[in-house]
């Protein structure tokens, strides 16, 4: 946030997008947003009130013919993070709850995807004891052969207006934990289909969610087949469904209004 602020008040360009940004946000009619948590950040951050809005979270491209009763568990215990934001993603958290796992005697690999094997890379793992632990893959066009191996997929970000990585993971039947900023998590049952991280801060409580799935085969499997059933539910055509029927509320508005002059 500090640096956020930092750049907003030095930045001519992030001076910019900002009254850009707000000059839109209340001109405009309708506003459309992926996720509650997004609106709320908008409606704080440009103090629009009652102005209307609806919600269209994104949806995923089905995998029908994935069947996930022949999804094997990998082994060692397969940990997925995809993206590049070290702090802003939440993998310095991440990092920190492996190293809790690792102090345990837990075994398990946590597979990044995004982040190239770069010396500095390989010393920030280091420098939080679990170097033999992560394998670094890079940017990656095809993500399905990492989401086919991976048992659980790590979603800890500090900022996240929605999330696409967990629902598409969720696809191949690997149960998703997302911190409680990430629009995604607004669709998850806690417990049932996904886990919620209430405190994205926290390691500790990251590390529990991790060794809960680790170390409960039951609960892994019930809940690979139950992220599946959610997932295949986040459909586009929905989201078209939900945008379609906000601008199908905002020209009723605008004809009533008409007919009312």
Known sequence: RLINEYKLAT?????????QDGDLAKSTKMRIFVSQICK?????????????????PCGADSQSEYDISQKVQAQPFNYLFIGKGYRKKGLDTLYSACAIL???GLKFKLTVVGLRASLFNKLTA????????????????DLKPFQENASVIVVPSKCEAFGMSPVEAMLFGVPAIVSSVAGVSELLNDGIDG????????????????????????????MQIKARAK??????????????????????SEVGTNENR
């Not at 930045?11 to 009254?19: F, H, I, L, Q």
């Not at 709320?40 to 269209?56: C, F």
Request: hydrophobic letters at 35%; one cysteine or more.
């Open 11 to 19: 930045n001519d360009a992030y001076k910019t997008r900002m009254k």
């Open 40 to 56: 709320r950040d908008y409606y704080e951050t440009y103090n629009l009130d009652d102005a209307p809005y609806a919600i269209a």
């Open 102 to 104: 690792k102090k345990q």
């Open 126 to 141: 280091g420098m939080h004891g679990i170097a033999d632990c992560v394998e670094f893959a890079g940017y990656q066009k």
């Open 195 to 222: 886990l919620v991280l209430k405190d994205h801060l926290s390691a500790k409580e990251l590390a529990q969610h991790m060794q809960q799935l680790q170390s409960d085969p039951a609960m892994l499997k019930s």
């Open 231 to 252: 997932a295949k539910q986040l459909t586009w055509d929905k989201t078209v469904d939900a945008t379609i029927t906000a601008y199908q509320k905002l020209l009723k």
